[in-house]
């Protein structure tokens, strides 16, 4: 089964951090938004009619801020992909929701119209640090939106952090995890700040403004968060993501085993295996340009900017860098089984860090060490 990418382009304030394509909220931009989505639905099924049979058990709304454009509309567009694809009884149907953007109204109205997973974004209990990430919300905040989709219904939640933020102290990290874990979500995200250029935050760092942790400290902060996390009950089952057993986020693994998804919306991304291409699949790429995204729609046209078949190398490369985020690893002769042989420099390179220390053999499978989990990248690159 695939999955289901929509992102929702709009956020009531952008975020001093975030590099994801988004622009302010704008009622008739919401409104005009609905319409487009739908009919870039139609478009593509126009030219994949096949894909009207592959069933998805993952759905995932995200951004921006799903949930500024309010839980009636969010609803209307999941009952549209419904109307066009099956969607499994039992799939995960998740949107990431702003705490400062939800009302209790609203998570009774995504729970009835079809969601069944919600992704808070706090990223910290901090008031301060909030501040200097530019989050429109507070602690309480935080608190009530937790409160308000329990109260519900919503058995599965989720719940995102950030480390390494400037200002914050291991002590601070420390209190966001013991805060995290009180309230038993399913689901925890603990993601290191990478200050992406062109972001107010990076322009800050760079001017001398805001000073990030030394990296020990931040290295220091993710063994935090490891302990503390797996000591009460959360299964790390990727670099940055931990759940209560059974409460993976199986649309995001989706992404790291290579799995087909489309994607819908500005800047989404897709993964196709249509029947009458290549076996290592299409990938899909939509502008990050609202009005680019409108232009195209209008003219009759899906709006790929880039649409192109992936080889037997791309699908190597891709499915060693993805699944090597996996706690468990990955099992070389199942990619076998999909894809074919290795490029003999790809497996001279899994042969040479293997050698190195820098992965794990079990037979067939090779995962990261334990201690380079936090180092993965340096250890990834030499596969790209």
Sequence with gaps: MRGIYVHIPFCRKKCAYCDFYSVAEDLAAIENFRRLIVREMDLFLEKFPDEATVPADTVFFGGGTPTVLGATALCEILAALKERFPIAHDAEVTTEANPGTVAPEDFRKLLAGG????????????????????????????????????????????MDLIFGIPGQETGDWIADLDAVVSFLPSHVSAYALAPEPGTPLHGAIGRGELRVPPDETVAEMYEEACDALTRTGYRQYEISNFARPGSECRHNVKYWRRDGYAGFGPSAHGLLFPPDRDPFGLRTANPPSLADYRRRIGAGLLPWTDAHD?????????????????????????????IGPPPVALREAVDVLASAGKLERDGSRVRLPRCLLFVSNEVLQALA
Excluded: P, Y
């Design 115 to 158: 969601f069944n997973r919600v992704s808070i974004g706090v990223q910290s209990f901090r008031e301060a640090t909030l501040r200097t990430l530019g989050r429109i919300h507070g602690a309480l905040e935080v608190r009530a939106a937790h409160r308000d989709a329990r109260r519900a219904g919503f058995s599965s939640i989720g």
């Design 310 to 338: 992936c080889s037997a190398e791309d699908a190597w490369k891709e499915s060693l860098i993805g699944g090597l985020r996996l706690i468990e690893g990955i099992d070389l002769s199942e990619i076998e089984k999909r």
